[in-house]
């Protein structure tokens, strides 16, 4: 199976964590974008989605699924995204898609954090995917140098020359080098850096589910 037919799996799969009459909170990304199309058809059993990203919202709209502010909603049930990384204790690594700071804000909003990944994203150790942080631009030399006294290589994000913008308005760098053994005491220290608005460490908001893509099917992870 391609990696594509993978996503497409487990974004179905999802569909089963879908709560019917409840609103659902949306991800971010190429296999979430699988699971979008799946939802859409059951998007007559659900109010709508709560979004994180312009990206998801777009989407969701296109397929007549009513989007919902954060702030006019009260816990979701279930928030499912996809992720860059996730290691065995559900903990992962988010971003990729310059989404992190409204995908953690979702998940926070929510009892349940349904994974859906194929397996490529599968990890030991938290660290080899290049680690996406959202910083305010006057902060970004300042915490690129916080972490190269880490150890790691901190470059800013770029998209047509330009650094990117993400949907609040803020720039990603993206750290190499990095092996992150504690997510949980990392997401909490560098969280605390002035300047920066999301680290893309998920551990306070980990997965409690991993719908897991595999050649030989969907594997069900709980945490
Ligand atoms: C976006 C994200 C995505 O969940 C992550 O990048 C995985 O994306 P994809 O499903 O395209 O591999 O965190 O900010």
Redesign the pocket.
């Known amino acids: 199976m391609t990696q594509d037919e993978l996503?497409a799996l487990v974004g179905q799969a999802a569909l089963k964590y879908v709560v019917p009459g409840q609103i659902v909170g949306v991800?971010?990304?190429?296999?979430?974008n699988k699971f979008i199309d799946a939802l859409a058809s059951m998007k007559d059993q659900i109010p709508g989605a709560v979004s994180s990203s312009e990206a998801s919202t777009q989407r969701l709209k296109a397929w007549g699924i009513p989007v919902f502010d954060c702030n006019s909603v009260g816990e979701l049930s279930v928030y499912i995204?996809?992720?860059?990384e996730i290691d065995a204790q559900g903990h992962m690594v988010?971003?990729?898609?310059?989404?992190?700071t409204r995908?953690k804000i979702v998940a926070a909003q929510s009892r349940q954090f349904v994974c859906i990944a194929d397996e490529s994203k599968w990890v030991q150790i938290l660290g080899a995917f290049p680690l996406p942080v959202e910083v305010i631009p006057m902060a970004t030399a300042r915490v690129m140098r916080q972490f190269a006294a880490m150890g790691g290589v901190a470059q800013i994000r770029h998209k047509n020359g330009q650094p990117l913008v993400t949907d609040n308005g803020q720039h990603i760098v993206d750290v190499t080098g990095l092996r992150i053994h504690d997510p949980l005491a990392f997401e909490t220290q560098v969280s605390q850096w002035p300047g920066v608005v999301t680290v893309g460490v998920f551990a306070h908001q980990k997965a409690n589910v991993c719908l897991l893509g595999t050649a030989s099917g969907v594997k069900t992870l709980t945490f």
Do not use: N
Request: no cysteine; aromatic share 0%; glycine share 32%.
């Open positions: 996503k991800g971010t990304g190429s296999t979430v995204d996809g992720a860059d988010k971003g990729g898609g310059a989404a992190l995908e």
